[in-house]
């Protein structure tokens, strides 16, 4: 809404700003009180990020060896998140959701949303805890061990190409758990 009024006179509203004839004063309430004291972020800020953010450079390192694997993994119409589901359910015994999800540092809903494509390809089986009848139990389907069996060679030459490129010592920083065979690829 506009509002214009001469000085000294109390404010009349108006629906335009040629309609106030002698207008000394003009006022747009519509605009927010605190756009002029509105703190700007310097653009030199946004370099700097870029430059130095550790958070930032780990995630494009993680989507650029996801990129890598997931092409590694296409032949068998195989991603790399589900290569990491796959194997974390390779196991003596069927582990429940809560397990897997807490393995793969992913919560409930994501992993049942991931876990979805691969029980629909008859790769991952959902059973009921005969110990605990809410819980669920994912199991590896024959199909799901003989993928994964296919996938380990793939995933053995494409993890040597990515180490080397970045380095064993490297690679054992990056690990969440600190030590060799912690990270989400871990079948334990």
């Not at 207008?23 to 700007?40: E, G, T, W």
């Not at 650029?64 to 694997?69: D, G, I, K, T, V």
């Not at 993994?73 to 809560?98: C, D, K, V, W, Y």
């Not at 992993?111 to 809410?134: F, H, M, S, Y």
């Amino acid at each position: 809404m506009l509002f214009a009024f001469n000085a000294g006179d109390a404010p009349a509203p108006t629906g335009s700003l040629l309609a106030a004839p002698g207008l000394d004063i003009y006022v747009d309430i519509n605009v927010s009180s605190d756009m002029s004291s509105r703190k700007m972020v310097p653009f030199e800020t946004t370099w700097h990020v870029r430059d130095n953010c550790l958070c930032l450079a780990t995630q494009r390192a993680a989507r650029a060896l996801s990129r890598r694997f997931d092409e590694a993994f296409r032949p068998l119409e195989l991603t790399s998140g589900q290569f990491s589901l796959l194997m974390s359910l390779n196991r003596e015994a069927p582990p429940s959701i809560g397990a897997v999800a807490s393995l793969l540092v992913m919560d409930r809903t994501t992993l049942t949303a991931n876990l979805k494509p691969l029980i629909k390809r008859k790769l991952v089986e959902v059973t009921v805890d005969p110990g605990d009848k809410r819980s669920r139990l994912l199991k590896l389907t024959p199909g799901g061990l003989s993928l994964l069996a296919n996938a380990v060679p793939i995933w053995i030459r494409t993890h040597r190409e990515a180490e080397q490129a970045v380095g064993a010592s490297d690679r054992r920083r990056l690990d969440p758990a600190g030590q060799r065979g912690g990270g989400p690829c871990a079948s334990g």
